[in-house]
């Protein structure tokens, strides 16, 4: 963390500033929605819960959702020692061995989470989604909510594919089976309109470390399911309902944003290997009809191409959007508008929208919380934590790999190219899920290409795996 310029600890002054909090914020007011059967669905091992959501339906059939979301400006104001803190490192890390949280695990986990059968305060975002999936007329104001159920992806994702037994949670609340079944319609419902408009179909496998009294034992396949896609589509949404909220108010906004990818080329090239011509222009449309078909005639090789394009689509950045700008949009999720807004436990653009959003509810349009001039800056230094934040898990898990494949040195693996420029050549293997430098042989291979490999070295300590071709 230090290496890559965080700060691991918090100061006392942010210390000492949560430990005189008396408690959760008080209602001041607001919205009172503690009535509806709100649930959060995360992971099995989440203590930080930034949102809660619930279904209504009226006379025509259609759905609104109602996405609440944790106001951590609440209990951190702007300047404070807290604040100075996630200003900082912008975003909470992740890593197997170690959660490194943006904010003090008493707010993040506690105070300011939307935690099971507590009374929280939550800017909630409010929108109807039509039969086709379409999103239409939608709100955005102060709630105070409370968690009916605390649900995970793996329970709840099998129950709704129907794989799996309803998790007991849900039968414990009345109504929350139908609800959340029509919540998952109109997801369902989102995702292909979005899909048809160009949004890409990716399935990429993540590992994760497991960890046994202090022990490595393994590193886990993260899975994704029907009840991971639920949140990832009412988060699109509500992410865009946010941005359009603060571009009506008169206001500037952070917005998330993958340019139209440079490497083109190399994509219309991997296509053609699998048969199917693409244009000689970026067109996400005939993109994503591509992956749909590579989806469905090679499913266990489809993560690989996933993968592959991922990374020749590029990175994703914070810009600064103006009230009537041309908006970058976000080419791998074919949507204009969208300004992360609804995880401000763990990330700082998030706390900065929801800033804004209160901003613009008191119609101070001239006097933002924060000037453009501010928001670049912010954007700026966001993009860079963000990478930073993305090598440093990265690197616990090569350890975490590196520790596991120490006593394979010499066994060969079947892998694909991951990343090949000047810096080198990267490939990964699947059993175990692991990446690492193509050290001989790797003139010649560009992302997406396939190769066999030879294990030659490992350093837990620096995190570092060697391959050689085979």
Known sequence: MRDRGFE?????AAEAQVAALPGPAAPDGRRDLRDLIWCSIDNDDSRDLDQLSVARTNSTGDVTILVAVADVDALVRRDTPVDQHAAHNTT???????????LPERLSTDLTSLNEDEDRN???????????????TSDVYPAVVRNRAKLAYPGVGAWLEG???????????????ENLKRQDRAAQAMKERRHAMGALTLTTLEARPVFEDGELRDLAESQHNRATELIEDFMVASNGVVARFLESGGFSSLRRVVRTPQKWERIVDLA????FHLPDEPNA????????????????????????VVKLLGRGEYVV?????????????AVQDYAHSTAPNRRFPDLVAQRLVKAALRQQRGQPPYGDSELEAIAQRCTEREDAANKVERLVRKAAAALLLQSRIGERFDAIVTGASEKGTWVRIRRPLVEGRLERGYEGLDVGDRVRVKLVHTDPARGFIDFARS
Request: glycine letters at 12%; aromatic letters at 8%.
């Open 8 to 12: 691991p600890d918090f100061s006392r």
């Open 92 to 102: 909470s890390v992740y890593t197997g061995a170690q959660i490194f949280p943006m």
């Open 122 to 136: 939550a800017i909630v975002v409010e929108y109807l989604v039509t039969a086709d999936g379409s999103v239409g």
């Open 163 to 177: 794989s799996g037994p309803m998790p007991p949670k849900i039968g414990d609340v009345p109504g929350l089976a």
């Open 272 to 275: 053609a290997q699998r048969g």
């Open 285 to 308: 449309v005939a993109l994503e009809e591509w992956l749909l078909r590579e989806r469905a005639s090679d499913p266990q090789r489809f993560p690989d191409v996933s993968l592959s």
């Open 321 to 333: 959007e103006r009230p009537g700008g041309n908006s970058t949009g976000h080419f791998g999720l």
